[in-house]
């Protein structure tokens, strides 16, 4: 059963001079659809890649410290205040900072279409500073470092004193920041911004390849004007009118701004390392494609009418597995490459002495037998949404249950990419068993044509394997070979194996509920059984706990579910993200931030609880356009 709620994370904090480390949940999100920028409470960007989110970074602060480079613009004012908002369903933040000479605003965002006629050779940064009311004085820091801290840059000073540019180049990269002067002093360059009631600043920093000109400055005014209306245009488009509708806003366009405008492809996070155990070793980068999350959030939009979305990632998946889907990976790189080596970057010492860094991910060679039911799943979804089928869609689709069936009896890693011994994993079981049977439903339903009595064959015989090999004690199990639970378990009634109130399902949550909660929010799996081959321990998962919505609201435990949905929303941070776990001893995110798994998740419950008519319409995020 539920248990009593732990306060989320703070809001409108006094900001400190003191803290060394920042809060994971103190970080709000830029984004251009291209790579992304995340911006601590204290109003420094301490973590860009360039010219893609997989791209080394720029300012590496997030996992380290000032030396790992970050961009800082605050008040001088030590007991400086700060309180955050986005403007309305956009990805522009407004960062209002009260000090004890003034009142002023620093207005960050990414500019969307400013470089949509030069979209591989720029990408910008904009930072206004507002006077509101007296004077602010602002201290202003830049410490460039490229290829992950690995590259310190030659600097000069460029431009003229009415119109000064500093410019950095390393390598490849090259940076110009332009609107304010800056001294060096030690590897760093600081200077000071003083703004009165009335008056603003325009700061804009521009990444370009440095084999090329540095580009024209953006327009300001435009470029932010162009960036709101795209985003508003955008977010007017979500089709949703159930409860928490402030979070599933937010969370959908969470899911837009980790989605390449280019190439398609979803990434899981914009960020690598940051740690599922706090000092811990288990750090990993999300920065690619799982097949996995891009299917789920591809049907979360899919639900809330964005086909378009579909037919653009239908086209990335084409691209990315074309040839033997024998060959498929469970992830990939953003434009589809295949190799993402995992390598330690000790150039960065990790967030809060959490090491090693990680780039790259190993988990792309290993094998996960769900993968292919859920794009299987999500494109039955674009195909029921209205999708029309590609000269190559449906041939593809038909690989991949040759695939599956070629390789029915292999035990796999599942869903938590398991690095220990490979196992006949039940939710993976399942997941192909949903394979054949969105395969089957094509051609039913559809009119494809397809081996359809051998793949009815294959679904049946996974249906009774999973029934007595999956199945101990009257509930479902994690495996083969335990009599262990883990959340997976509680997607097996959201593809249609089971009914959400199956008397195997209720066991399977009466279990998990006595041994996965912790303080009311749900654990993966038990760490200490063994079975992911790690040492340590981590937090409750958020999408673990917002299946539990799902699965409360399906099997009629409608209070639960809504007050575990009230929890959840409250535990996202000032401007409305999510992390991908939560210390509930600590009140803090943990894991990498934001995750595309956790907002995804919480579009679903609220979904689900959508059905039910009484529910309350409750939110603890901010108001839509606030």
Known sequence: MLQNSTSGPARGRRVSLADVVTPIEDYALLSDCRTAALVSREGSIDWLCVPRFDSPSAFGALLGGPDQGRWSLRPADPAAT???????????????????????????????????????????????????????????ELRVRFDYARALPWM???????????????????????????RADDHRHR??????????????????????KAPEALDADAARAETREWWQDWAARIDHNGPFEASVVRSLL?????????????????????PEQFGGARNWDYRYVWLRDAALTLQALLEHGFVGVAHHWREWLLRAIAGDAADMQIMYGIGGERELPEHEMPSLPGYDGASPVRVGNDASGQYQADVVGEVMVALAAARDAGLEESHYSWPMERALLRETGDRLEEPDNGIWEIRGEPRHFTHSRVMMWAAFDRGIRAVEEHGLKGPVDQWRRRRDTLRAQIDEHGVAEGRFVQHDATTEVDASLLLIPQVGY???????????????ERTLLRDGLVRRYRTDTGVDGLEGDEHPFLACSFWLVQQYA???????????????????????????????????HVGNTPQAFSHLALVRAADALGVHRDARPVSRSAPRGA
Do not use: K
Not at 157 to 182: K, M, N, S
Not at 498 to 512: F, K, N, Q, S
């Open 191 to 212: 200077g000071q911004v003083i703004v009165a009631a009335g008056e603003q600043v325009d700061i804009s920093l521009t990444w370009h390849p440095s084999h090329r």
């Open 156 to 182: 000069r000073q460029t431009g003229t004193h009415a119109a000064p540019e500093l410019t950095a180049i390393a390598g490849p990269d090259a940076l110009v920041v332009r609107g304010a002067a800056f």
């Open 554 to 588: 399906a099997s009629g435990r409608r209070d639960d579910a809504v007050a575990l949905m009230e929890r959840l929303c409250g535990l996202a941070n000032d401007v409305g993200l999510l992390s991908e776990e939560y210390d509930v001893e600590q009140h803090r």
């Open 498 to 512: 089971c009914a959400a109130d199956d008397p195997r399902m209720l066991a399977t949550v009466a279990e998990i």
């Open 82 to 140: 700060a309180t955050r908002r986005y403007d309305g369903d956009t990805f522009l933040l407004i960062t209002r900072w009260e000090t004890a000479t003034g009142v002023a605003e620093v207005h960050d965002v990414m500019p969307v279409d400013g470089h949509r006629h030069d979209v591989t050779r720029r990408i910008d940064v904009l930072r206004r500073v507002v006077g509101v009311s007296g004077e602010v004085v602002f201290d202003h």
């Open 254 to 274: 969470v899911l837009r701004a980790l989605s390449h405008r280019d190439t398609g492809g979803i990434v899981a996070a914009p960020t690598t390392s940051l």
